[in-house]
């Protein structure tokens, strides 16, 4: 694998923020809930830049917007969970995506939840959740991008997934 400077060479260009964010309104991707609770309390954001990493050890990455300090909350807290959402999540959705319309206390009790390893909120109707360890947490331009791993997952009901495309939710 070829390693490349963050720097960019001087003759380099680099592309708008709007026309990468309208680039990436076209890339469809589950809609999630990623939780976390301890010390630093409770919080919940909906967010879409989840991928698995690894089988071995079950790793995930998580990227979350760097303006709202409260996800600091994550990094400090040392845990989270991914809840997929099912087709009928747009409600909840919705209200953890509020921009701080919707208090915490109000967001989590549109939800059925419980804990398994670590302690963060899992959403027991929720497709499938991955509660996590956080085992790195770092800044990556306006994102705080938070690596766990897999301590446990929760398998909720099955169905179709909420989708997200085109600043839009959709359904599989």
Not at 62 to 74: G, H, P, T
Not at 125 to 133: E, K, M, N, S, Y
Not at 134 to 152: D, I, K, P, S
């Amino acid at each position: 694998m070829r390693s490349v400077d963050s720097e960019l060479r001087s003759d380099e260009v680099r592309i708008a923020p709007e026309d990468f964010r309208a680039a990436m309104s076209r890339f469809a991707s589950a809609v999630h809930l990623v939780t976390t609770e301890g010390r630093a309390g409770r919080r919940g954001v909906t967010a879409t830049a989840v991928v698995g990493v690894s089988d071995d050890p079950a790793t995930i990455l998580v990227c979350l917007n760097a303006s709202n300090a409260e996800n600091a909350r994550f990094a400090e807290n040392g845990n989270f969970a991914v809840n997929v959402l099912a087709a009928g999540g747009r409600e909840l959705a919705e209200a953890f995506a509020g921009g701080g319309k919707l208090p915490q206390d109000e967001r989590f009790a549109l939800g059925r939840w419980t804990a398994l390893a670590t302690g963060a909120p899992v959403l027991e109707q929720a497709l499938v959740a991955f509660d996590c360890r956080l085992v790195e947490a770092r800044m990556v331009a306006t994102h705080h991008v938070l690596v766990g791993e897999v301590a446990a997952v929760h398998e909720g009901p099955s169905g179709p997934p909420l989708l997200y495309h085109a600043r839009g939710y959709h359904l599989l």
